[in-house]
């Protein structure tokens, strides 16, 4: 049974940083893709960022290009979410997911993902 449990989420001013981390645990972590999602109140899940199951491939939103970066600890099953230059249109709740392959997907196709954690950031 895969638990993911995330941690790091709080409120900030526009502008400032958080780390949001996303602790796995079950099964092999290292052999498996992961993503952050986020979903804001009223509107769809969108993705984030993705990692694959070594860090090579990093996929992101367009939207957080540049001001979001997203690694991983396989030593640690333990993935991360550095966010900065964080704008009031970053609030909402983040969300871990591990999919069942090796790349991460844009789309929902992940077996796994955590309970979320609110992230608000204040003009």
């Known amino acids: 049974q895969v638990q993911l449990v995330e941690s790091g989420g709080g409120l900030v001013q526009a502008g400032g940083s958080l780390r949001l981390s996303c602790v796995a645990s079950?099964?092999?972590?290292?052999?498996?893709?992961m993503a952050w999602f986020r979903q804001a109140p009223g509107k769809e899940r969108e993705f984030v960022a993705g990692?694959?199951?070594?860090?090579?491939?990093?996929p992101y939103a367009d939207s957080v290009k540049g001001r979001f970066t997203i690694s991983r600890d396989n030593a640690k099953n333990t993935v991360y979410l550095q966010m900065n230059t964080l704008k009031p249109e970053d609030t909402a709740v983040y969300y871990c997911?591990?999919?069942?392959?090796?790349?991460?997907?844009?789309?929902?196709?992940?077996?796994?993902w955590g309970q979320g954690t609110q992230v608000t950031v204040s003009s």
């Open positions: 997911a591990q999919r069942n392959a090796f790349y991460p997907t844009e789309t929902g196709e992940y077996a796994y």
């Open positions: 079950g099964r092999t972590f290292s052999d498996y893709a």
């Open positions: 990692i694959s199951y070594s860090g090579s491939r990093t």
